[in-house]
């Protein structure tokens, strides 16, 4: 064990609540456990002892105290003390021996769930896979369930198993830890299950987790499983590609979607866009698929449909990036009628954090700095995205009341401008719209680098459409020490690009 455990592994366990037995009653009524106050004591001890000595010795001469609640509040303890010391002495590895071999000794006295604390106890400690202690309370698992028929295409494997028992843990998926999911991965992507992939796929893109090794894990288990997984499946796979703004270097990535596209389009129209909708954030969409879903057969199906409208809200999307960024593209695009706007307010993540957004805080700064009126907050611009802050800046680079401007430019832009060229080719707008983008920590991927899938699209979309972008990145506004410093900072930014506002900006 000592060579597997890591302080980095051993902190996902301190995240582990503390195990109470079943039959305690509330304890701020003072009740005491229907063992008596001998086994609410050991529990205490337990949790109080200094050393994995004193834990084998509190369990192994009190065995007419023991239940079985105390043994994954042992486990819990032992991970307490290694953190302070992840390389035991050779007489602790003896005594962690020991201690093994009493839960071993006494696991098949345990029920369902003690079991199943223990596994993910021993997991987390790092207690080797192949090991006794994790295999005899695997044995001991499997013995209370009913028999399962083995996959014909999935054989179930140890690293497999480890790793589904760590991700499903209720406690590690709410706080997340790169290097404990990382020695996790052991098994080869051929000997997981979907069901464990797509475990993993969820962790990543719900933490934000941009790990190549497992990315790259991920999209090899998908090409080498195409053809039997679904596109319910395959949507699910794809999800954190799309939103890390992770390309694989997997070859067969992008072919082998298309054909899973090309084979369940029909079948499954929310997941098929799903997949697309990933796809569009790695700026890879794949003609025959757009052609099918914007096509008067897969848009009469899923109307009237539950998933109807955010179906819609996708394929808007798709058409706007079809407009933007696919000018090589000729197929069928979305009717006009069936267009919703795409993020018509604020994204749901940055409503949830609020509270600790630099919004309100820049507001007040640009109120300052510019006057109300010469700034919109929160705009929501053709064909759909919410802006943090616009500006109208005319052709000196004063900024300009927003009253006075059209603060949208058009949409589509291509067309637009066209049909501006052939109505008067001397009629321009000279008025620049800048956006500031903030760029919140939550915006990026852990690592704090890459801007999320969504993010990214977004400012892609925006700057194409004719926008000019100002990014305040979340390093610099957390720098900035209370509200003079703040403005000062607005005025470098909006100075650097030749902005002039006040009695200077006429």
Not at 301 to 313: A, D, E, K, N, Q
Request: proline content about 10%; charged content about 20%.
């Amino acid at each position: 064990m000592g060579s597997e455990t890591s302080p980095a592994r051993l902190s996902g366990l301190l995240l582990v609540p503390p195990v109470q037995p079943c039959c305690l009653g509330p304890s701020k009524s003072g009740d005491r456990p229907c063992g008596g106050s001998p086994v609410q004591g050991l529990q205490r001890l337990l949790e109080q002892a200094r050393s994995p000595g004193e834990l084998l010795r509190w369990l192994s001469q009190n065995p007419t105290k023991v239940r079985a609640h105390h043994y994954p509040v042992a486990l819990r303890r032992l991970g307490q003390l290694l953190v302070s010391q992840p390389r035991p002495s050779p007489v602790e590895q003896s005594t962690l021996q020991d201690l093994s071999q009493l839960i071993i000794r006494n696991c098949p006295s345990f029920d369902v769930h003690t079991i199943h604390v223990c596994l993910h106890l021993a997991v987390l400690l790092g207690f080797p896979s192949d090991g006794p202690l994790l295999c005899a309370l695997e044995r001991e698992r499997r013995s209370r369930l009913p028999p399962k028929p083995p996959s014909p295409h999935q054989p179930a494997t140890h690293g497999g198993q480890r790793l589904e028992m760590a991700l499903s843990c209720p406690h590690f998926l709410r706080y997340p830890r790169q290097h404990l999911i990382r020695s996790l991965a052991e098994a080869r992507p051929e000997e997981l299950t979907p069901h464990v992939m797509v475990l993993l796929a969820q962790h990543l893109a719900r933490h934000r987790l941009r790990e190549p090794q497992l990315l790259e894990a991920i999209a090899h288990f998908l090409v080498v499983e195409e053809a039997q997984l679904n596109s319910k499946v395959v949507q699910k796979l794809v999800l954190p590609f799309g939103r890390l703004n992770y390309l694989p270097l997997e070859q067969q990535f992008i072919p082998c979607l298309e054909r899973i596209l090309a084979r369940e389009a029909g079948m499954a129209p929310l997941a098929t866009v799903n997949i697309l909708m990933s796809l569009c954030q790695l700026q890879c969409l794949p003609f025959r698929a757009l052609e099918f879903v914007f096509s008067p057969s897969f848009i009469n199906h899923i109307s009237g449909t539950p998933p109807s409208l955010i179906v819609r809200r996708y394929l808007s999307l798709l058409d706007t990036a079809v407009e933007l960024e696919l000018p090589e593209y000729q197929g069928p695009r979305l009717p006009q009628r069936q267009r919703v706007p795409i993020f018509p307010q604020p994204l749901i993540t940055d409503r949830a954090r609020c509270k600790y957004s630099h919004k309100d805080i820049v507001a007040e700064g640009l109120r300052q700095l510019l006057g109300e009126e010469k700034y919109c907050r929160d705009l929501t611009v053709p064909p759909g995205y919410c802006t943090d802050f616009l500006l109208c800046v005319g052709s000196s680079g004063a900024v300009l009341p927003v009253r006075t401007q059209d603060p949208f430019l058009p949409y589509p832009p291509r067309s637009c401008r066209q049909d501006q060229a052939d109505s008067n080719p001397t009629t321009q707008d000279s008025t620049q719209r800048v956006v500031l983008m903030l760029r919140e920590r939550w915006h990026f991927c852990r690592d704090g680098r890459v801007l999320l899938g969504s993010r990214a699209l977004r400012e892609r979309h925006l700057g194409l459409m004719g926008y000019q972008l100002l990014p305040l990145p979340f390093e610099e506004l957390e720098s900035q020490r209370g509200l003079p410093q703040l403005k000062s900072y607005l005025r470098q930014k909006l100075q650097a690009l030749g902005l002039r506002w006040g009695p200077e900006g006429g």
